[in-house]
C-alpha cells in the first residue's frame, strides 16, 4: 500500500465518525451525514485558520498554510482537537449562521451573532438569475474566510472530497432562493481556477431540504456551461461518490438524449407542419430562429420558477452548421403522389462529446449504461484508389451503432428525461466575461 492510499484509508476510518449529530442552520435542523474538521479547540475558537501572506500566528497552533499533501495531517490535528473538545460526540449540535456560516457551539452566541450579522447575499457576482433563484460566482481569494466556513458546513454532508482552507485557487458558484431581504443557501459547487485535468467541478452540495427538486441538476449544467465557454469538454473531479455518479449518470443521459432528438426529428422542434408554395421546403438547411408565415407550432404554456415573470419563448432550437452536416435526409416516392421523409445522422463519439460537452469517456460511459451501445450494424464504405478516386475493388465496411428514435424516445422515457433546467437567457453575460479572475 502507498503513503496515499493509507493517508486515503486512515482519513476515510477518521471521517466516518460524525462530530456532530445535528446542525442548525437559519430555520433548518438538519442531521448532519458526516464528519467535517471544524477547529474547535478547547476555547471554542469559532473561526478557521486563514492562509493569508501576512507574517501572523495561525489561528491553531502549529498549523500553517496547508499544500495538497499537507492537509491530510491538518485534519488529523483539528479531528484530535475537536474529540477533546466534544465529549458527547455524534450527540452533540452545532448552530451555523445561514448567511456567513460562521459556526458557534451554543444557542446564546447563536442568537447574539443573527442580531448583528449583516450578510444578505454571498459576496460575489451574479451569474445566473431566474425569478428567485440566483447563482453567484465568489472568488475564495477575495472571500476568503466565507468559503472556509463553507467548506466546513458543507463536508457535513460530502464524504469522498479532500477538504482544503487554502481557497485562493477555487471559485465558488452559490445557488440561492431570495426572500424579501436576503438570499438563502440552496446549494453550492467549486471549481479549480486553472485545471490541469479540464475539471469543471471539484465538489457539489445540495443541502437537504432542497434535494430531489432539480437544483442539482441546475448546478451541473451550469458547469458544463462554463466549460462550453472555455471552449473545453468538462467532467467533474474524481473520485465521485454514489450520489454524485447517479447525478451525474443522470445528466449525461439527458444531454445525449436532447441532442439525438435535436438532430433526428425531420421538423423544427414544436411544428407540426409547414406550408410553401411553389417549391418544398428545404428540410437539410439549418433552421432560422424568427417566426415564418406557413408553420403551424405547437401552443405551450410556460410553467415558470418562482418569482419569475412568464414568457413567450417560441424561437425554434437552431441547429449549427457542423451539427446540420450529421444530418443527411432521405425522401422516398409513395404510390399516391406523397413524400416520405427520413433523417439519419452519421457521427463519431468524440463529434457527439464536443457537440455536447462530455468527455468521450463519460459519453460512453452513459450511452452503455442505458443500453444505447447494444445494436451493432456495418455501412458500406467506398474503396480509395492509390491515385484518388473509387476503388474498382469491393467496398469496405465499417462497423457502426445503431440508434433510431425509436429507441432514443424508449431510453427518455425509461430515465424519466426532463428538460434543461438551466435556460441559457437567464445568465448574466457580463459577469462571465474572460479574465475576471
Known sequence: MTEDEYDFQHHRKIYAQRNFDKVLFGQWLIKTWYFSPY?????EDHEPAQTTSSAGTPKTAGVHKPTARSHARTADLFASGLNRSNAQGERSLLWVCDMCFKYMTDNTSWELHKKS?????????????????????????KAKLYCQNLSLFGKLFIDVKTLFFDCDNFLFYILTDASSRKDHLIGFFSKEKVSYDDYNLACILTLPPFQKMGFGALMIEFSYELSRREG???????????????????????????????????????????????????LGSPIRESSEDGIKRRKKTNKGWDGEVAMDDTAFDSIDDKLASFRHFVTTANPDGSATTHV??????????????IRVEDAAFALQEVGMLDRWGQIRKPGIAPGGGDAEEP???????????????????????????LVPKYIVEKALQPGRY
Open 344 to 357: 439519419r445522422i452519421e457521427c463519431t463519439l468524440a463529434d457527439i462529446a464536443e457537440a455536447t460537452n
Open 395 to 421: 467496398s469496405m465496411k465499417d462497423d457502426v451503432v445503431v440508434l433510431t428514435r425509436e429507441i432514443v424516445e424508449r431510453v427518455a422515457g425509461d430515465r424519466k428525461v426532463k428538460k434543461t433546467a
Open 232 to 282: 473545453k469538454t468538462g467532467t467533474p473531479e474524481r473520485p465521485l461518490s454514489d450520489l454524485g455518479l447517479r447525478s451525474y449518470l443522470a445528466y449525461w443521459v439527458s444531454a445525449l438524449i436532447r441532442f439525438f432528438r435535436k438532430l433526428l426529428t425531420v421538423l423544427p422542434p414544436s411544428t407540426t407542419e409547414i406550408v410553401t408554395k411553389g417549391a418544398p421546403p428545404d
Open 117 to 141: 450579522c449583516q450578510v444578505e447575499h454571498p459576496p460575489g457576482n451574479k451569474v445566473y438569475q431566474r425569478g428567485a433563484h440566483t447563482i453567484w460566482e465568489v472568488d475564495g481569494s
Open 39 to 43: 477547529p474547535l479547540t478547547e476555547n
